[in-house]
């Protein structure tokens, strides 16, 4: 066991659970007031409930001794046998617990991601079960295949460093699944639905930014060449991904807008995941840059096809998870890392590409047909959506009795916004409310 290796991956966990709260700001700044809380609580809620259930049961169908390929055994049921000795299958210089650690806070975030496209109309019950589900069926079998030792995808021999088959394209396409079963908001297409506090969201894209070195370089599991190397690359993805998307608005708008820089960057950020740890800098430059032209038209798509995807998980996430694999397919090299492949540039002909994108359509069918089940039975038992009056409310006063500003004193309160005030008893001093609208 390795101390700096073990201190580095701790420092990386806790980059990547700060990521969570800072989706929830990118999230909750794009959203409008009546659900800044709603939007603010999906993600922090996650941290939560995955936590939780990755100890329960997550983590051994993704990690545990491997059953055909499929997924893992139960041998690490409840964390049992996850203690402080090294696993030499899965990390061998580091506490098996501290490796355990580190994938949970991935395990949180990938759900969580998947908030965005139905924000704004989802039942928080809903939300919850919808969740817990999602995690054990559909995350855990797909961690297993594609990062645990005996996993299909992984010994088919794709590549994907730090999740962008298991976080991006699958939650980008569990986004997808869920604004078809859920359908549009109210006035999509008919009202402006304006970002409330772009602040919010370029704080909350910085804190993604940073966190993401965790995300990535952390992956390589140790204090070494190739931690510094994901480091560099990641860096150089957002970067690329944040100029391309200015290059399209400043060609489509005239401007360059800030959401769209904050857009470009995670786009960028998502696309150099799968390949952080097997690319080269300039090739990160590219697969930055590709991800945020391609992204920023892709976010466009939901207008013209009619879905209502709130907060561009589909453009962003699958669309730039999509790209980022495929595209190590052809910038891998190696040099950078032994246990890669040579990509198609590198000169290992089209075999690496092949295999990227049978993992992408693996990905995609298996990850919306469950999704898509998943809300199915929600909607059936526990239901999805919120009702008309209820979403017209705001998520904030329905789901949490609570709003997120109040302007003056004495304002607001958690009753809905289409009731009357209730006279306070003349005989009771009148409650303080917790906050409101003016």
Not at 27 to 38: A, E, P, W
Not at 168 to 190: Q, S, T, W, Y
Request: hydrophobic share 55%.
């Amino acid at each position: 066991m390795d101390t700096g290796d073990t201190a580095f991956v701790l420092v990386s966990s806790s980059l990547v659970m700060f990521m969570t709260p800072g989706l929830a700001l990118f999230y909750g700044g794009m959203v409008r007031t009546k659900n800044v809380l709603g939007t603010l609580m999906q993600s922090m809620f996650a941290l939560g409930l995955v936590s939780i259930l990755w100890v329960l049961i997550g983590y051994t169908l993704a990690f545990g001794p491997d059953v055909g390929g499929l997924i893992g055994g139960l041998d690490f049921l409840g964390f049992a046998g996850v203690g402080q000795a090294p696993n030499a299958d899965l990390a061998p210089t580091i506490p098996h617990v501290a490796f355990a650690g580190f994938q949970l806070m991935f395990a949180v975030i990938t759900p969580a991601l998947i908030t965005g496209a139905f924000a704004e109309r989802m039942k928080f019950g809903g939300y919850v079960a919808f969740t817990a589900l999602w995690l054990i069926l559909v995350y855990s079998p797909l961690a297993h295949w594609v990062w645990a030792p005996g996993g299909w995808i992984r010994e088919l021999g794709a590549l994907d460093f730090a999740g962008g088959t298991v976080v991006h394209i699958n939650a980008g396409v569990a986004a997808l699944a869920a604004v078809l079963v859920i359908g549009r908001r109210r006035g999509f297409g008919k009202e402006a639905m304006v970002p409330h506090n772009l602040t919010m969201t370029i704080l909350g894209t910085g804190i993604l930014w940073f966190g993401w070195f965790g995300f990535n370089a952390g992956s390589a599991l140790g204090a070494n060449g190739l931690a510094a190397s994901a480091f560099l690359v990641t860096n150089l993805g957002a970067a690329a991904g944040a100029v391309g998307w200015a290059l399209v608005d400043a060609r489509r708008e005239k401007k360059a807008t800030t959401l769209g820089v904050a857009s470009g960057a995670v786009a960028g950020l998502v696309a150099i995941t799968p390949a952080a740890g097997f690319v080269s800098p300039l090739s990160a430059i590219a697969i930055g840059l590709v991800a945020g032209l391609v992204c920023a038209w892709a976010v466009g798509l939901k207008f013209k096809l009619g879905y209502d995807d709130s907060l561009d998980v589909v453009g962003v996430h699958m669309v730039g998870g999509l790209l980022g694999a495929l595209l190590t397919g052809i910038f891998a090299d190696a040099a950078i890392n032994p246990a890669g492949t040579d990509g198609l540039l590198a000169g290992g002909g089209a075999a690496l590409l092949g295999k990227q994108a049978i993992a992408v359509i693996v990905t995609l069918a298996f990850s919306f047909g469950a999704t898509f089940l998943i809300l199915k039975l929600v909607q059936a038992t526990i239901g999805l959506r919120v009702t008309e009056t209820d979403e017209v409310d705001g998520l904030d006063l329905s789901q949490h009795a609570e709003v997120g500003y109040a302007f003056a004193e004495g304002s607001g309160g958690s009753a809905p916004i289409h009731a009357p005030p209730s006279p306070a008893p003349a005989l009771n001093p009148i409650p303080v409310p917790r906050g409101g609208e003016a």
